[in-house]
């Protein structure tokens, strides 16, 4: 193969070797373009069915260990369901289950479900905290209310894409098949 170089006196740069052999051939953009520009500035048609409403179902903050005991006993009649999330500003996790959780509130709106968010890292909320005996975040105590006294059903941990987890439990032990009776409580 033979090299030439254009002389560095002529280009004002130093000579690069280039091949005399081999030239690439590129189609013309125009060709390419043109097509693309009827896509995109094709109108879009109408969507079938608007977007879901943003849920409104704003899950109370409670500060503080005689407002937990408070929230857990007074809104629930015997037979009724509390969920508890325990939560925290830095959890990533946290933040993508607030969404669902309020959907979850919304879908329940209504019925003996309560919905409740605790922040572990409010020094108000340290003796809820140890008492719960957390391992990850976020977590979610499910417990009804029994002869006026709270009973723990459950104790999730649920990652953002296992919000159907909570979802299932949630309807489990508000279902009328549900017999609280099969629980025992300490």
Do not use: W
């Amino acid at each position: 193969m033979a090299f030439t170089a254009a002389p560095a006196a002529l280009t004002g740069r130093r000579a690069l070797p280039t091949r005399a052999v081999g030239v690439v051939r590129r189609r013309p953009r125009t060709a390419v373009a043109a097509p693309l520009t009827a896509v995109v500035a094709a109108p879009r048609p109408p969507t079938a069915t608007p977007p879901p409403p943003p849920p409104t179902g704003a899950v109370p903050l409670i500060v503080g260990e005689a407002a937990f005991r408070a929230a857990v006993r007074a809104p629930a009649a015997d037979g009724g369901l509390v969920v508890t999330a325990y939560v925290a500003p830095h959890c990533r996790s946290c933040a993508a289950m607030k969404r669902r959780v309020a959907r979850l509130a919304d879908a329940y709106g209504g019925r003996d479900v309560h919905f409740f968010a605790l922040d572990v890292t409010d020094p108000a909320n340290a003796g809820v905290v140890r008492a719960a005996g957390l391992d990850a975040l976020p977590t979610f105590h499910l417990t009804t209310v029994v002869g006026g006294e709270p009973g723990h059903l459950d104790t999730m941990v649920v990652a953002p894409r296992e919000a159907h987890r909570l979802a299932d439990r949630v309807a489990l032990f508000t279902s009328p098949a549900f017999d609280v009776s099969e629980f025992s409580f300490e």
